[in-house]
């Protein structure tokens, strides 16, 4: 899943999408890099961040999302928590919802989803963007994940919403300790039985282990993909699509189950 943001304070400058244009020839590198899918957003989440008003965030949205599903056959997911703004995407393409709020700030989100058979990434956040890194602390971080997870796909499912992803929301209302432990403990949210979406690319946890700025993240954000595709993630959001790419392949590789030399 290679990642556009609309937004012009998200966190990784690269990944930053100024214009229409910029943002359709970002989508094409991404797709001639391997993306299978594209992850539009137009309101940064990172920490501190605070929220836009769904006229901004749909008038960023639209143009693009239209214009890339007019030129690319690839699936388009869009990052909102606002109905109104999921609406809208959808009706203009995309085909799926990746919810930071795991259907939970807006359980009329799902209804909306449903009527427009498009799929959900549910994703687990403590507190707000503008909130989450306040000293998040959890009784036990992997076991309450998973219940607001179970609850998010409760709401899911009794919308009628048949594609459902899941996300521990690494980055979002965790210490670095917790994000270590969520990508070493990736498996046990297979309980669950939903596919595990992990994003790790770049996020501040890696430079607070590497000592690192964004920009020198990429190794660190290799090497923890892969130790969570080896946990279980089916799904990866990356800026570096074709890095992560390839060291996927080679990981799924060495496990047996991924593309083999004849």
């Known amino acids: 899943m290679g990642i556009i943001n609309l937004s012009p304070d998200s966190f990784y400058q690269k990944s930053r999408s100024g214009s229409e244009k910029d943002a359709v020839l970002l989508a094409e590198r991404h797709i001639e890099e391997g993306a299978e899918i594209l992850d539009i957003g137009a309101e940064s989440s990172r920490p501190g961040s605070t929220p836009i008003s769904e006229e901004l965030e749909w008038q960023r949205l639209i143009p693009v999302v239209s214009e890339i599903c007019k030129w690319f056959d690839v699936p388009v997911s869009v990052d909102t928590y606002k109905p109104r703004v999921a609406e809208r995407v959808l009706e203009a393409g995309a085909t799926l919802i990746n919810d ?5 700030k807006t359980p009329e989100m799902a209804k909306i989803i449903a009527q427009n058979k498009a799929g959900v990434i549910l994703m687990h956040m403590l507190g707000t963007p503008e909130t989450m890194q306040d000293r998040p602390c959890y009784e036990n971080v992997i076991q309450d994940i998973k219940i607001f ?58 430079g607070g282990v590497l000592k690192l700025p964004v920009e020198e993240r990429l190794e660190g954000s290799l090497a923890a993909t892969v130790i969570g595709v080896l946990n279980g993630a089916t799904l990866i959001r990356t800026h570096d699509v074709r890095a992560t790419g390839r060291a996927v392949k080679m990981a799924r590789a060495i496990m047996g189950n991924g593309v083999q030399e004849r």
């Open 100 to 104: 930071i709020t795991g259907l939970q």
């Open 149 to 206: 997870l179970n609850k998010s796909i409760n709401l899911a499912e009794n919308a009628g919403i048949r594609s459902i992803v899941i996300d521990p929301g690494i980055g979002f209302g965790k210490t670095q300790a917790h994000n270590l432990e969520l990508i070493r403990r990736l498996g046990e949210f297979q309980e669950l039985g939903k596919p595990i979406l992990l994003g790790v690319s770049r996020k501040s946890f890696i």
